[in-house]
């Protein structure tokens, strides 16, 4: 059973890093690109980035440009967010999520892939941020 598990969410003062963490199980996610989506209640989803499968590329929103780095470790089914000089408008949950098509090269060619892409989404990491 295909499954993402997002885990690492938590408190964090303006001007702190996190890292937020998406262990996949189920699929080989070599062949699939990785995206990272955030939400806040009431709100709708947004877009941070994406990273190709082979982890050579990687795209981000302009709101998290130059601060928010995505990366993977294949062999650990492992994808990760990191989140640094985190702003109190960075305040949402994170969701990780895989291409429904691995066939998808959106990502690789430089492009963020949308929403409707994705098939498969983690359970999401509550990341507030205040002081």
């Known amino acids: 059973q295909l499954q993402l598990v997002d885990s690492g969410g938590g408190l964090v003062q303006p001007g702190g890093s996190l890292r937020v963490s998406c262990v996949v199980s189920?699929?080989?996610?070599?062949?699939?690109?990785m995206g990272w989506f955030r939400q806040a209640p009431g709100k709708e989803r947004e877009g941070v980035g994406c990273?190709?499968?082979?982890?050579?590329?990687?795209n981000y929103a302009d709101a998290v440009k130059g601060r928010f780095t995505l990366s993977r470790d294949n062999a650990k089914n492992t994808v990760y967010l990191q989140m640094n000089s985190l702003k109190p408008e960075d305040t949402d949950f994170y969701y990780c999520?895989?291409?429904?098509?691995?066939?998808?090269?959106?990502?690789?060619?430089?492009?963020?892939?949308?929403?409707?892409?994705?098939?498969?989404w983690g359970q999401g990491a509550q990341v507030p941020v205040s002081s």
């Open positions: 189920g699929f080989t996610l070599d062949y699939y690109a």
């Open positions: 990273v190709s499968a082979d982890g050579d590329h990687s």
């Open positions: 999520a895989a291409l429904a098509d691995p066939f998808n090269v959106m990502c690789k060619l430089g492009a963020l892939v949308p929403e409707g892409d994705y098939g498969y």
